[in-house]
């Protein structure tokens, strides 16, 4: 007799998901049986909508009320460099001012930070959606250099791009480093 551990069922939800449909596969095909398979099927059906729902409300963003906002940084001149969007200000701009080339060309006298609350939002949405459409009206509008998301002009604007990193020295780092302290997922079992 073989003995299964405590948690098997958690251990090995494809097994469980196996067994069960084939419980339900030869209660169908015993007319005798089909209270169970009508209960059976209600039972995984059920089980299905609890865990979408749990799904959900794990990964929701609806509940997150936070203040959120729109930064932008501007040339010299008031043309846009970048615009992004954060819930902590300061800690993003250190983060440029480590990883990103057009920081070298920003005028900080100029940068702007609009900031949502959820006071200020509509109803139904979050801050945080609030901050995401005026990013994207900025970055349509402006075509800010820096951004590569959703700019219109992002391939016409590379050859002046490729001269304002060379006149600052930046070398863009290997596209590995990208990934670097990500866990590599595979397809075979380690």
Same mark, same amino acid.
């Given at each position: 007799?073989? $003995?299964?551990?405590? #948690? @098997?069922? !958690?251990? #090995?939800? &494809?097994?469980?998901?196996?067994?069960?449909?084939?419980?339900?596969?030869?209660?169908?095909?015993?007319?005798?049986?089909?209270?169970?398979?009508?209960?059976?099927?209600?039972?995984?059906?059920?089980?299905?909508?609890?865990?979408?729902?749990?799904? /959900?409300? $794990?990964?929701?963003?609806?509940?997150?009320?936070?203040?959120?906002?729109?930064?932008? #940084?501007? +040339?010299?001149?008031?043309?846009?460099?970048?615009?992004?969007?954060? %819930?902590?200000?300061?800690? /993003?701009?250190? =983060?440029?001012?480590?990883?990103?080339?057009?920081?070298?060309?920003?005028?900080?006298?100029?940068?702007? +930070?609009? =900031?949502?609350?959820?006071?200020?939002?509509?109803?139904? @949405?979050?801050?945080?959606?609030?901050? &995401?459409?005026?990013?994207?009206? +900025?970055?349509? !509008?402006?075509?800010?250099?820096?951004?590569?998301?959703? %700019?219109?002009?992002?391939?016409? =604007?590379?050859?002046? /791009?490729? =001269?304002? &990193?060379?006149?600052?020295?930046?070398?863009?780092?290997?596209?590995?480093?990208? #990934?670097?302290?990500? /866990? !590599?997922?595979?397809?075979?079992?380690?």
């Amino acid at each position: 007799m073989t $003995r299964y551990r405590r #948690h @098997w069922p !958690r251990r #090995h939800p &494809k097994t469980v998901a196996v067994l069960a449909l084939a419980v339900v596969g030869w209660s169908v095909t015993h007319p005798w049986q089909a209270l169970t398979a009508a209960i059976i099927g209600g039972a995984a059906a059920g089980a299905a909508a609890w865990a979408r729902a749990v799904w /959900r409300a $794990r990964h929701a963003t609806s509940g997150d009320m936070r203040p959120c906002g729109l930064y932008a #940084h501007y +040339f010299t001149t008031a043309s846009a460099v970048y615009g992004g969007i954060t %819930n902590n200000y300061a800690a /993003r701009c250190a =983060q440029h001012a480590e990883t990103s080339w057009w920081w070298a060309y920003v005028d900080h006298s100029r940068s702007t +930070f609009q =900031q949502w609350t959820a006071a200020d939002c509509l109803p139904g @949405w979050t801050p945080r959606m609030m901050a &995401k459409a005026a990013e994207t009206e +900025f970055i349509t !509008r402006h075509a800010p250099i820096g951004n590569t998301d959703e %700019n219109p002009l992002f391939w016409e =604007q590379e050859p002046y /791009r490729r =001269q304002l &990193k060379t006149a600052i020295g930046w070398v863009d780092p290997p596209r590995q480093a990208a #990934h670097a302290g990500r /866990r !590599r997922m595979s397809w075979r079992a380690a």
